[in-house]
């Protein structure tokens, strides 16, 4: 399998592109402890740089501490985890139970939280990835909506730019009625 880094806005987070998709939606691994579920993540962990592992479809993006270089990194990763993907080695040890997310619609939600909930799956989620980050509906009330950043997103330097000029303005655009986006 075809394994290519790819730089992120935020430089402590290399995403890693697969030519094709390797499991279904996304999983964030902020902890070596939360990795444990899959053998990728917790390899990627192994290492003492790595401060974070998320992965997507087709990508994963990991972050590293600050007192090493990609330079240096994005080479060897790529080579370890193209041997993982190659060698048949599962990436997560057990079946994620799909049916219950933040971001599903639920008989409960208003009318406007199913319509930030299409947002996000529809125009948000799909941009966000191409970073290698993603963003869940974490809450909305008074006019307030509040998301969660996972990702490259998490700690990136931009995530206040993408959240008020790109994700703000774009909720606002179609629902006047959302005065602000904040992180969680």
Same mark, same amino acid.
């Given at each position: ?14 995403? =890693? ?6 499991? %279904? ?8 402890? #939360? ?23 087709? =990508? ?14 994005? #080479?060897? $990763? ?13 990436? $997560?040890? %057990?079946?994620? %139970? ?21 947002? $996000?799956?529809? #125009? ?43 994700? %703000? ?7 006047? #009625? ?7």
């Amino acid at each position: 399998m075809q394994v290519t880094p790819e730089s992120t806005p935020n430089p402590a987070t290399m995403k =890693f592109n697969f030519s094709e998709a390797i499991v %279904e939606g996304t999983h964030d691994f902020p902890t070596a402890v #939360e990795a444990e579920r899959s053998p990728l993540a917790s390899k990627i962990f192994g290492f003492p740089w790595t401060s974070g592992v998320f992965l997507g479809p087709n =990508f994963i993006s990991v972050t590293k501490q600050d007192w090493v270089d990609w330079e240096v990194l994005a #080479e060897p $990763l790529a080579g370890l985890i193209r041997e993982h993907l190659d060698s048949g080695s599962p990436i $997560l040890v %057990e079946r994620l %139970e799909v049916s219950e997310s933040a971001d599903d619609e639920h008989a409960t939600d208003t009318e406007i939280v199913k319509k930030i909930k299409r947002i $996000l799956k529809n #125009e948000i989620r799909p941009v966000v990835a191409m970073d290698g980050g993603d963003v869940a509906f974490a809450s909305y009330q008074d006019g307030v909506l509040a998301l969660q950043m996972k990702g490259s997103c998490a700690g990136c330097p931009s995530k206040s730019a993408t959240l008020k000029d790109g994700i %703000e303005v774009r909720f606002r655009e179609v629902l006047p #009625e959302i005065k602000e986006v904040i992180a969680v």
